[in-house]
């Protein structure tokens, strides 16, 4: 019977709820900017740690943070509160955030390299930790804000979209306006100048308050209308991982799981030598790097808008198949063909204008990828609900959020041990670093990022969701709640 009803009605958010939804994930984009794009450049080439020590002190804050998400999201979709289960954890999280989040870019004067290390471990962890309890209760509102198959990417393109260009805004900031006016007579490239990262440090921390407050109070009115917490019953700590296990065991989730991390490990990996290519292999100045940094506010708008477009016409997991594979092409593109001497010196202007117009575009694709992605996520909740009588946003909108942080964080991790192996020297000046070490950079890295997108592309093919089975599961829910009612 249930193949025969009718689908349910399509679900309608409010623009406001969708933008203030969305604007929270400025706080995570700003996060997750600053230490993707700058952490390791600024303890290596600013501060001076070895870089290998910096990717590991990423790599043990990762470990330490895995906890966090699972531990998080279980107590957010279980919480009882007359704030409802995920607002209590987003105002909590606010200043602990913003603080630690400030301390990163200002480390005291004076300290061992090994005392520094320990800094960057202590700061890194507790900015992952707060930032779990601010970001997957945040992310999990949205399979409890609609139901529906295309609304939830329409929803999800408001946060990736805000998320992409608040953190790209404090880079662009960076290069046009805080590295230019921290330039001196000694450190012509306020790149390279660590007051300019002691300022970004106060600005940032600013934004993510702002971000993160906005967004819980301009959600707050929905609370009444948000899903409950599971009836009270008698738990114990195996019953809770036993539980934990069922709702994360799927065929399609583990799929999704493991593609999601080798897309954002890419992701990172891109990411944490984005301005090692840029101002060593393309030898582009600050204002050049600023001006790619501000396409990516193009290519927000791309992926924001193709996303729903995608889910529409192709569905979600063909979309970010076909998606992911013409991203994987273009991604490595521009320094395959340098490895290969079929592009101009540095010298020609083709060269900026190529590399911008190909950054831009691909970047866009990435963002449409992960738009669906996160929208599959939301679309596993009623599969899990069906299996299992309850309903566990939070616990998939965190290991989600796991995905993204480990993912990103192990790719800036890879990405430090990729420039010691291929001979970039710590500290190095722009123009100093010799042409084998640049060669070796571009031919370590082109396989790498090639192997970890085909891989993921490989894994989601295994994800079984689509438009007709989302609506069979919800015709059954809804029947269920039917019978129990009656």
Not at 260 to 289: I, K, M, R
Not at 343 to 359: A, D, M, Q, R
Not at 369 to 383: K, P, R, T
Not at 392 to 414: D, H, N, P
Request: net charge positive.
């Amino acid at each position: 019977m249930s193949g025969t009803s009718a689908a349910p009605p399509r679900e309608r958010i409010p623009f406001w709820t969708k933008l203030a939804y969305g604007f929270g994930s400025v706080a995570y984009g700003v996060k997750d900017g600053g230490l993707k794009y700058f952490l390791l450049l600024f303890y290596a080439q600013v501060i001076g740690v070895d870089a290998r020590l910096v990717s590991l002190a990423i790599l043990i804050a990762l470990v330490a943070d895995a906890f966090s998400d699972p531990i998080v999201g279980y107590w957010s979709d279980n919480l009882r509160s007359k704030w409802g289960r995920r607002h209590p954890f987003m105002y909590a999280a606010a200043i602990p955030i913003s603080l630690s989040y400030y301390f990163i870019w200002n480390p005291p004067l004076g300290w061992s390299e090994q005392a520094l290390f320990w800094y960057i471990v202590v700061l890194a962890i507790v900015i992952r930790t707060f930032i779990t309890f601010y970001e997957t209760p945040s992310s999990a509102l949205a399979p409890e804000l609609t139901e529906d198959y295309d609304e939830r990417s329409s929803l999800l393109s408001f946060r990736y979209y805000f998320g992409w260009t608040g953190g790209n805004a404090m880079t662009v900031m960076n290069f046009f306006i805080l590295f230019p006016l921290f330039a001196t007579a000694t450190i012509a490239n306020g790149q390279f100048n660590r007051e300019a990262y002691a300022t970004y440090g106060i600005i940032a921390s600013l934004l993510i308050f702002t971000a993160i407050m906005v967004s819980s109070i301009g959600t707050h009115s929905r609370i009444p209308h948000l899903k409950g917490p599971p009836a009270k019953r008698s738990m114990t700590l195996g019953k809770i991982f036993r539980e934990i296990f069922e709702t994360l065991s799927s065929r399609s989730f583990l799929a999704l799981f493991i593609a999601a991390l080798l897309a954002f490990t890419a992701s990172g990996l891109a990411a944490g030598l984005a301005f090692y290519f840029g101002t060593y292999f393309w030898n582009f100045s600050p204002v050049q790097l600023g001006m790619i940094t501000a396409g990516v506010f193009v290519s927000a708008i791309i992926g924001a808008a193709l996303a729903p477009v995608a889910t529409r016409k192709f569905g979600k997991k063909r979309g970010a198949i076909t998606i992911g594979l013409i991203a994987f092409l273009g991604a490595p593109l521009p320094i395959f063909l340098r490895l290969l001497d079929l592009l101009p010196s540095n010298e020609s202007p083709f060269i900026f204008w190529f590399y911008l117009v190909t950054n831009t575009l691909d970047v866009g694709l990435i963002i449409c990828f992960q738009i669906l992605a996160a929208s599959m996520v939301a679309d596993l909740v009623e599969q899990s609900e069906l299996k299992t009588g309850r309903r566990s946003e939070g616990l998939f909108f965190a290991a989600s959020t796991f995905m993204r942080k480990f993912g990103e964080g192990f790719g800036i991790a890879v990405a430090g041990f990729v420039l010691a192996t291929a001979g970039l020297a710590t500290g190095a000046a722009q123009g100093e670093v010799s042409d084998e070490a640049l060669w070796n950079l571009g031919a370590i890295y082109v396989p790498t990022i090639l192997f970890l997108w085909m891989s993921m592309i490989g894994c989601i093919s295994f994800y079984k969701i689509n438009r007709e089975g989302h609506e069979d599961n919800l015709r059954q829910l809804a029947e269920r709640r039917a019978a129990k009612a009656t």
